[in-house]
């Protein structure tokens, strides 16, 4: 149990804690919660995680029939006077779990959803409750948040509460310069606007660069896909472990490798959509050249209603595309819209298997 | 609504340059998305029609090429048919056809004619114009007539029209029709037709493609078709000669009638000598049915100059068909005098002509008293100059017109034996249907240039001239240059012929008339040689309106042309009085004139021929057939330029646009 005191030191030393967490009392919600690491835990240390080997911790697992060499302090001796046989008891061995967040940072996260619902705020917030959560319960937390071609070294975490005040002032650090500057322009303040409505331009292009100064907009290509900054050595989780993928899933391609490269690594992967409400219902009208945000090229395009339900018909085809290959991988798909609360969110999680468990 | 310039539906090819324009505009308002992705993949199909895209809804695009459609239909000159421009040139053009000269009985208190009704619409119209508009005025006629050409002074535009009579002959009126069209010069004008609308040629007056804008007027009150036709007409008067008493005339005299009802119709027939006036009168009633015609044959009539048919009975529209004239028939083969020394052959043929022969010979002296009266010509078988030695017969001859056949003796000279028995006819009324094909000819007289200058040789034989024919002092003259007696000529089944027509062409000036004649037409009349003017004198005829009425003179000179010469405009008798240089009256000759019949039936079928004649202008599309009645507004049916109209919508579809482009649809 958490201190209230402790509790305190932790809100008013570190304002990144009011950023994190702007609903109360989800904190003390999150102590009960423990992630889903299915039989992926592998620690180095002993930890709270029942592994799947045997070892040496207080839970009874099995007998054996006792084999020369065994320990004969495990002989279960009352066994061998009811039965004349000697039978070694196993215990399994309990060890910490490794827990992996992924945050994506990209142009595409960081500076869309608005004030209310930027998409890399919902993230980093998740992030930090799932984050805290994973601390709370013992576990050893890596995070780290990529953006286009780049991973970061994140930060490692050991288990334990203490760790939390680093891990929301790492997350807060990564939180958007400006989370409205990608607004769409609202239509209805464009049809007063005159003659110069043509000339004006709603966001420099300046603006619309990726806040990351690592991120090179010249493998354009490469940009859209998620594979990359997973295949920058050691990003990869060494150890079996949990992995929480935090992206809008605005990748061509990667999402299939990334998946498949977790797996690989031992992971249990939970894959985390965030849309916001303008991805999801965009309110466009008119010509528009469309940018792309994170490769800067320009689309035109005549927008109409019918253009729009295609447009949420195409949405609604990527999600199941996604949530596909996420079923087929047996990996939990979740899908965020970041209008919602971050309590609301996590008790959604709770009921999606494999995910949270309260 | 028509286009003047056509053409310039080119300049519409701007249009989809605009269209164009706004296809490749590069002016899109940017907005930022998170990713390409989903766009890519939804804008896959749409990119393929892309630029169609681009197109919808845009209400700046949609004015712009509204205002550019409307400046090329500016282009194209849009003209409207409607209150007219008031200076233009209009051609005035009316229809004076004998059908004009209908009358009716309920056309005004004074019973104008067709035609003095038009007239006086047409001056109402022409005092409405405004001053120094050029007006044409064209009448139909034989031919068209130009009566002003552009005309400004309206004053004389009006005595003009005050002049205007009838015209009794064959009007060509289409011809007229598009003479007037053509006045125009391909300028922009209106033509304006007077008419009864009873046209021969509607038929083909309908089909002309017209250039210029026409309106067609009816003269008179267009209710006049709802009265009942009213007339009689004279349709043949016809002469023969009585059987029991020569010289006596049986007249037959055929009436129409076209009034719904049967009618009495009094005839009166006249007998004239032209000395002594009227000789005799008989009047006959005739009863004839409703729309139909009764035949009449009139008593003995006694020996006169001319006859003539006049019927009465009122009420009649038509006044020019109640008069008839006839000549008696008979004394076309003349009497003549054969001086021979006997010549069988030509005595037989003569009378075979119908040619009442009084013989001579060369050794008598010429005849005198009154046998000498009665000859019309002389038949010299022999050689005249001989004759002529003679002192008697060489004036006596002087004064008659001559026949003579040569007697080319076998030892003299200026005599010719021809070499080749070609013959050559030229085309003239003696050697019509003759060849002298195979005929032979022993001798010819070699005819000096000097010999003959009164006439041409119309035929050769072997080179040689053979027969003579020409007039000398106005008078036939014929010479054979070969003695029946050296050919076998006389054998021929051509001989008779020759003679026979020999004998009319020696008539041919003693013929006592003219006959008759068609109003304004043409007739082929032998002048004689001295005439130095020629005029018709008007003997009698149906009280018309005639232009020597207004000028008050009974005589009209004569138009000539070559032999043609032209028949008066309007019906009745005339005497075609020849004089030579020196005033003297050497000859008048009798012609009757008549209306042509064709042209006033058509006043018969009034109310179904009317709507038959509809005019066609290649500006006029929808308006066309519109017969505007002359007491009606009058100023209608010039072209109005729609210009000014495509101006003002443009300005309006700008600032409309201006308005669009400021609250920001630029789309």
């Known amino acids: 149990m958490t201190s209230t005191k402790e509790l305190q030191q932790i809100k008013g030393g570190d304002e990144a804690f009011s950023y994190l967490f702007p609903e109360s009392g989800l904190l003390a919600k999150l102590e009960r919660v423990s992630l889903a690491g299915g039989s992926r835990v592998q620690g180095t240390l002993a930890g709270k995680r029942r592994s799947t080997s045997l070892g040496g911790s207080q ?13 004969i302090r495990r002989i279960d001796w009352n066994v061998y006077g009811r039965t004349g046989k000697p039978f070694i008891r196993q215990y399994w061995d309990e060890q910490e779990l490794h827990a992996t ?33 994973a601390l709370c319960g013992g576990d050893r937390l890596t995070v780290r948040t990529f953006a286009g071609q780049w991973m970061d070294e994140g930060v490692r975490l050991a288990g334990g509460r203490a760790s939390s005040l680093h891990l929301f002032r790492y997350l807060a650090d990564q939180k958007p310069a400006n989370p409205a500057a990608f607004l769409p322009p609202n239509p209805s303040e464009t049809t007063g606007a005159g003659i110069g409505i043509s000339d004006q331009k709603p966001t420099s292009s300046a603006a619309a660069l990726p806040p990351n100064p690592s991120e090179t907009r010249e493998a354009d290509a490469s940009i859209s896909d998620l594979s990359k900054p997973f295949r920058q050595p050691g990003r990869l989780p060494r150890r079996a472990g949990v992995s929480w993928v935090f992206t809008d899933g605005w990748y061509e391609s990667g999402i299939a490798e990334t998946l498949l490269a977790l797996a690989a690594a031992g992971q249990h992967v939970v894959f985390v959509q965030l849309l916001s409400p303008q991805e999801l219902d965009p309110r466009l009208d008119g010509e528009l050249r469309l940018i792309d945000a994170e490769l800067g090229t320009g689309k035109e395009v005549a927008l109409s209603g019918g253009l729009l339900r295609q447009y949420r018909q195409t949405l609604a085809e990527f999600q199941d595309e996604l949530r596909r290959l996420c079923a087929d991988r047996g990996i939990p798909f979740v899908f965020i819209d970041t209008s919602r609360s971050i309590s609301d969110i996590i008790a959604s999680l709770a009921t999606i298997p494999n995910t949270l468990r309260l | 609504m028509q286009f003047l310039s056509a053409a310039s539906a080119w300049f519409a090819v701007a249009l989809p340059i605009i269209a164009l324009m706004y296809i490749l505009k590069k002016k899109y308002t940017d907005t930022v998305v998170p990713s390409h992705m989903l766009w890519n993949r939804l804008l896959r199909e749409q990119e393929a029609n892309r630029p169609w895209q681009k197109l919808r809804s845009r209400w700046l695009l949609l004015l712009q090429l509204l205002a550019a459609l409307i400046a090329v239909l500016a282009l194209m000159q849009p003209v409207r048919w409607g209150a007219a421009s008031p200076d233009g040139h209009a051609v005035l053009f009316i229809d004076r056809s004998g059908s004009m000269s209908a009358s ?30 050029p007006i044409s005025l064209v009448v139909s006629g034989a031919e068209p007539e130009v009566l002003a050409s552009r005309e400004s002074d309206h004053r004389r535009l009006a005595e003009i029209l005050d002049g205007i009579v009838p015209f009794y002959g064959r009007s ?81 005299v055929t009436v129409r009638n076209d009034s719904e009802h049967s009618r009495i119709y009094n005839l009166t027939i006249r007998a004239f000598v032209l000395d002594e006036g009227e000789v005799y009168r008989t009047e006959v009633d005739m009863e004839t049915d409703a729309l139909s015609w009764q035949s009449e044959e009139t008593d003995v009539l006694p020996p006169a100059d001319y006859y003539t048919a006049e019927l009465r009975g009122e009420p009649d529209f038509i006044a020019a068909d109640n008069m008839a004239f006839q000549f008696p028939q008979g004394t076309q083969t003349g009497k003549a005098l054969l001086v021979t020394s006997g010549n069988m052959f030509l005595e037989k043929a003569l009378a075979l002509a119908g040619v009442q022969i009084v013989k001579s010979s060369p050794d008598q002296p010429p005849p005198t008293g009154e046998i000498a009266r009665d000859l019309d010509w002389v038949l010299v078988d022999g050689q005249l100059e001989q004759l002529k030695e003679s002192a008697g017969w060489a004036d006596w001859l002087g004064g008659m017109p001559v026949w003579n056949m040569d007697h080319p003796v ?59 024919a020409g007039t000398e002092q106005g008078r036939p003259r014929l010479r054979f240059t070969f003695n029946l007696q050296d050919t076998d000529l006389p054998l021929r089944p051509e001989f008779p012929i020759l003679i026979v027509q020999a004998a009319e062409w020696m008539n041919g000036s003693s013929l006592p008339q003219l006959g008759s004649g068609l109003a304004g037409s043409s007739m082929s009349v032998a002048l004689q040689a001295e005439t130095e003017t020629a005029r018709w004198a008007k003997l009698d005829g149906p009280e018309l309106i005639s232009r020597e009425q207004e000028t008050g003179s009974s005589a ?11 028949v008066p405009d309007v019906p009745g008798l005339y005497r075609l009085e020849e004089r030579d240089a020196t005033g003297q009256l050497i000859a008048s000759r009798l012609l009757a004139v008549s209306p042509d019949m064709e042209e006033l039936k058509a006043v018969r079928s009034t109310s179904s021929s009317g709507e038959q004649l509809a005019f066609h202008s290649v500006q006029q599309d929808d308006e066309d057939n519109q017969t505007v009645n002359a007491g009606q507004k009058q100023n209608n049916g010039m072209q109005q330029s729609l210009i000014h109209w495509a101006a003002v919508l443009l300005l309006g579809l700008i600032m409309l646009e201006w308005e669009v482009y400021r609250r920001g649809h630029i789309g």
């Open chain 2, 172 to 252: 060509d009126n289409s011809a007229a029709l598009s003479f007037a069209d053509s006045l125009h010069g391909g300028e922009d004008g209106q033509t304006i037709v007077l008419t009864d609308g009873e046209w021969i040629d509607a038929e083909e007056a309908s089909e002309l493609l017209l250039n210029a804008q026409t309106e067609r007027w009816h003269a008179g009150p267009s209710e006049a078709a709802d009265s009942p036709f009213e007339n009689g007409s004279i349709l043949s008067f016809g002469l023969r000669e009585s059987g029991s008493s020569p010289g006596h005339q049986i007249a037959t």
């Open chain 2, 410 to 468: 076998t030892d003299g000279t200026g005599t010719v034996v021809p070499t080749s028995t070609e013959a050559k006819a030229l085309e003239h009324p003696v050697t019509a249907y003759i060849t002298l094909q195979d005929t032979h000819i022993g001798r010819l007289y070699e005819v000096g240039n000097q010999d003959a200058a009164w006439g041409d040789p119309v035929l050769t034989y072997g080179g040689y001239p053979a027969i003579i």
């Open chain 2, 556 to 566: 009209l000179e004569v138009e000539r042309n070559d032999s043609q010469i032209r």
């Open chain 2, 104 to 133: 009716r009985g309920d056309e005004g208190p004074e019973g104008l004619t067709r035609l003095e009704h038009g007239l006086r619409q047409a001056g109402a119209w022409l005092a409405e114009q405004p001053s120094g508009r």
């Open chain 1, 101 to 133: 967040l992924y945050i994506d940072t990209s142009v595409s996260m960081s500076n869309f959803g608005g004030q209310e619902a930027n998409k890399l705020t919902c993230a980093l917030r998740l992030a930090a409750a799932v984050g805290y959560a």
């Open chain 1, 59 to 71: 839970e009874f697992a099995d007998y054996r029939p006792y084999t020369p060499g065994d320990d």
